[in-house]
């Protein structure tokens, strides 16, 4: 009965996207230039939030620019139903794979399985223990780095503080060593709570458990949540408490509405260190068509992270991710897994 039902969602899940055709398909390497010929699929774990609705929007993009037809497949957090997914994406007879996080435990097999089927796989921010599989990221040890080192700018190197972190999921772990690392280096550094979940709605839950993190630690002056869900949760407990001239949020990822939260007056994040979601979605697919033209991408494919301070956006006067593309042009795109014959999306 369960795997029925994961079957059902699966099928329901997947939406063909007919890509737009290159104008220069035939100056492209094949498979690409047969156009409509390749298809590929993204298999998602996490998909709610502002950071992978843009991820998702960048796939659509470089995918609709090289001409291929996009299938996704969205497990909504269930790590049993993802690897379900990859396999039907196998049987539908899929060129290549995008896996978009999940767990190590369950994509490990899952993605052995469309290699052994002749499938090309990239895995962005899942590690499948694969060394035939490039591994797409933001540089997530830095995104933790960058803005840790911005909280120490900002409050020096004592602090009582909070932590927002969910082990097993690859991007939160990468961080969290650079959380460790500055620990035992600034040892006035107190952590006094961590909390973290990925339940659905994640911003609200992780409000909840920030809630009863400050209300049990009310010295706590200073958050790090390094993701702009466990950060918007963070922000509302911190409103509802009163506490936004007292505690300081300090993140990764960024969105529209992220912007907007960091510049409400008063507001109490502070920072955050971020790529453009579309851009690493762009450059996830661009991975992928190397592979697929029989080119080498490399084991890791990194889309270098940039520092956004809520000084920054009050100054340029930033609304949203347009604006902020406009005044950091590495925003715009990453020359990354850009090979001559590859087209690029509209801009």
């Known amino acids: 009965m369960t795997l029925k039902r994961r079957t059902m969602l699966g099928l329901m899940g997947g939406a063909m996207l007919a890509g737009a055709t290159p104008a220069l398909a035939a100056d492209m390497p094949a498979p690409f230039d047969n156009a409509g010929e390749v298809k590929i699929a993204l298999v998602r774990y996490l998909s709610t939030g502002d950071f992978f609705q843009a991820y998702l929007s960048g796939v659509e993009a470089q995918s609709a620019a090289?001409?291929?037809?996009?299938?996704?497949?969205?497990?909504?957090?269930?790590?049993?139903?993802?690897?379900?997914?990859?396999?039907?994406?196998?049987?539908?007879?899929?060129?290549?794979?995008?896996?978009?996080?999940g767990l190590t435990e369950s994509m490990k097999d899952a993605a052995q399985r469309a290699?052994?089927?002749?499938?090309?796989?990239?895995?962005?921010?899942?590690?499948?223990?694969?060394?035939?599989?490039?591994?797409?990221?933001?540089?997530?040890?830095?995104?933790?780095?960058?803005?840790?080192?911005?909280?120490?700018?900002?409050?020096?190197?004592?602090?009582?503080?909070?932590?927002?972190?969910?082990?097993?999921?690859?991007p939160l772990d990468r961080r969290h060593v650079a959380w460790e690392e500055i620990k035992a280096a600034n040892p006035g550094i107190n952590e006094r709570a961590v909390i973290g979940t990925l339940d659905n709605p994640i911003a609200n839950a992780n409000?909840?458990?920030?809630?009863?993190?400050?209300?049990?630690?009310?010295?706590?002056?200073?958050?790090?949540?390094?993701?702009?869900?466990?950060?918007?949760?963070?922000?509302?407990?911190?409103?509802?408490?009163?506490?936004?001239?007292?505690?300081?949020?300090?993140?990764?990822?960024?969105?529209?509405?992220?912007?907007?939260?960091?510049?409400?007056?008063?507001?109490?994040?502070?920072?955050?260190?971020?790529?453009?979601?579309?851009?690493?979605?762009?450059v996830s697919v661009r991975a992928l068509a190397m592979l697929l033209a029989g080119e080498d991408p490399g084991a890791s494919v990194i889309?270098?992270?940039?520092?956004?301070?809520?000084?920054?956006?009050?100054?340029?006067?930033?609304?949203?991710?347009?604006?902020?593309?406009?005044?950091?042009p590495q925003f715009a795109h990453a020359d990354v897994a850009m090979p001559g014959w590859m087209p690029q999306p509209p801009r």
């Open 66 to 101: 090289l001409g291929v037809d996009l299938r996704v497949f969205d497990s909504r957090q269930d790590a049993a139903l993802q690897a379900d997914m990859v396999d039907q994406a196998i049987a539908l007879g899929v060129d290549g794979i995008v896996i978009q996080h």
């Open 115 to 170: 290699l052994d089927a002749g499938i090309k796989v990239v895995a962005f921010d899942v590690n499948v223990e694969n060394e035939s599989i490039p591994q797409v990221e933001q540089s997530d040890y830095l995104l933790g780095k960058m803005a840790l080192d911005q909280a120490l700018a900002d409050n020096g190197d004592k602090w009582e503080a909070g932590y927002v972190y969910v082990p097993g999921i690859a």
């Open 207 to 282: 409000a909840n458990q920030a809630r009863s993190a400050l209300q049990a630690n009310p010295d706590i002056n200073v958050f790090f949540a390094p993701y702009d869900e466990f950060a918007k949760g963070v922000k509302i407990a911190v409103d509802e408490a009163g506490l936004t001239d007292q505690v300081s949020i300090y993140s990764a990822d960024v969105s529209t509405a992220d912007i907007s939260a960091m510049r409400e007056p008063g507001s109490a994040w502070k920072a955050t260190v971020a790529t453009n979601p579309a851009v690493v979605g762009e």
């Open 303 to 328: 889309v270098p992270p940039t520092l956004i301070t809520q000084a920054f956006l009050n100054d340029k006067d930033i609304k949203n991710m347009g604006d902020l593309a406009a005044n950091m």
